[in-house]
Structure formats: structure tokens, C-alpha cells
């Protein structure tokens, strides 16, 4: 599906990022998956150029996930990479800061995987072997390892409400970290192994404790 027609009808709105975000995600419902990568990455470079910064972690993502549809793996990443690249200097996620829990700076995933975005199929990355990337480390000790997870309520608690859990990060930290997973997640399914445990050993710590899956938006 080429979206040169369906864009020749948009006129004006041609450069709006939440036009084409909206025609990406509906052409994706019925399957147009290469058209939907085209259209996000339109709404990215859209928003960017209006400077609407807070979209760009939620359009990149989007995109992103697009392209690892497509089998696009090396795009994904390299998607994921000029934003984390771009904002390395000046992004962190620090959650609420009410614990003792280091601020992930966006410097750091940088610095581990600033070797990869070149050549994500390259076989020394499963060698451990690829040149500014982060060297193999021992993965970190599972914090709730060996624990029981999953616990049986009684009649007393079903019938107590379940409070709601306090969410300790914004919704760009969340978008960001959502980044940051994807990432992993790529690498592993390219077998672009070497960073892997670093990256492990820098998002871990905004696991602890978190319940899990609270980013927002992914699709």
C-alpha cells in the first residue's frame, strides 16, 4: 500500500503529526503495517520540526514498534537510538525521588550501546567481541528471586477495594523507559547479545519494588 494518494487528500494537514498519527494507527488496524511505519515516521519528523518535544518519546516508540512488525529490527533500533542518543544529556528518569533509587540517566544506556546502531547484525555483538559496545558482565541477582509470587486472597480481602497503586513516574519517564525496554527487547531478538546484561544491570534498578508494566501508550 503506497501512501502517496492518501496523502495528496490531506491538504494542509499533510504536516500534522496528530493527523498522521491517527491514519498510521488506523491503516495498522487493517494490516497496512509498512504503510503505518511511513506515516509515523512522517508524524515524528512532523512533531519534531514543530518542536513539540513531549510527543517525540510516544511517536518514537510507536514507530519503532512499527518497524520491529515489519522484521525491520536495525531501523527499530536505530529509531530508538537517535532519541536516546539526541536527549542523552539532558533526559534522566528519576521517578517521585522519594527512595533511594539512582536517576537512570540516559547517558549511560547511551555509553553501552553507542557501538551497536552501526551494524545490529554484526556477529561479534554475540561474540561479545564488538568494539564500543559494553563488555560482558555477570547479570544481576534477581531481587524477588525464590520468592512466592502469586498469593490467594481470602474472603476478607475480596471484599476490600483494591487501592490504587501510586505511580511514580511521569508519563515521558514512562515513555522513556518504555524506550529503553524496547530496546533490550530488540537486541535480544537480533541476537545482538554483548550490551544486554549492562543495560540489564542500569534498568534493573527501576524495577525494584515497581509494578511492572506501567508505561503508557506503546501501541
Known amino acids: 500500500m503506497s501512501c502517496a494518494a492518501l496523502l495528496s487528500e490531506l491538504n494542509s494537514a499533510v504536516s500534522s503529526a496528530s493527523a498522521l498519527v491517527f491514519l498510521a494507527q488506523t491503516v495498522k488496524d487493517y494490516g497496512a503495517i509498512e504503510a503505518s511505519a511511513e506515516l509515523y515516521e512522517r508524524a515524528l519528523n512532523s512533531a519534531d520540526a514543530q518542536k513539540n518535544i513531549p510527543q517525540l518519546p510516544n511517536m518514537t516508540l510507536n514507530l519503532a514498534h512499527t518497524q520491529e512488525i515489519c522484521y525491520r529490527y536495525s531501523d527499530a533500533?536505530?529509531?530508538?537510538?537517535?532519541?536516546?542518543?539526541?536527549?542523552?544529556?539532558?533526559?534522566?528518569?528519576?521517578?517521585?525521588?522519594r527512595d533511594s533509587t539512582p536517576p537512570?540517566?540516559?547517558?549511560?544506556?547511551?555509553?553501552?550501546?553507542?557501538?551497536?546502531?552501526?551494524?545490529?547484525?554484526?556477529p561479534l555483538l554475540r561474540s561479545g567481541e564488538a568494539p564500543n559496545v559494553a563488555r560482558y558482565q555477570a547479570m544481576p541477582e534477581i531481587f524477588d528471586a525464590g520468592h512466592i509470587q502469586v498469593q490467594?486472597?481470602?474472603?476478607?480481602?475480596?471484599?476490600?477495594?483494591?487501592?490504587?497503586?501510586?505511580?511514580?513516574?511521569?508519563?515521558?519517564?514512562?515513555?522513556?523507559l518504555a524506550l529503553c525496554f524496547t530496546a533490550v527487547k530488540i537486541l535480544y531478538i537480533a541476537g545482538a547479545l554483548q550490551p544486554i546484561p549492562a543495560l540489564v544491570h542500569l534498568l534493573g534498578t527501576r524495577h525494584s519494588h515497581r509494578l511492572k508494566h506501567q508505561t503508557s501508550h506503546l501501541l
Open 104 to 122: 537512570l540517566k540516559l547517558e549511560s544506556i547511551v555509553a553501552a550501546v553507542k557501538g551497536v546502531a552501526s551494524d545490529l547484525a554484526s
Open 152 to 176: 490467594l486472597p481470602t474472603e476478607e480481602d475480596v471484599k476490600k477495594p483494591t487501592p490504587k497503586a501510586r505511580n511514580p513516574y511521569s508519563d515521558e519517564e514512562l515513555n522513556i
Open 77 to 97: 533500533f536505530k529509531t530508538l537510538f537517535a532519541y536516546l542518543l539526541r536527549f542523552a544529556s539532558t533526559k534522566s528518569v528519576t521517578g517521585t525521588g
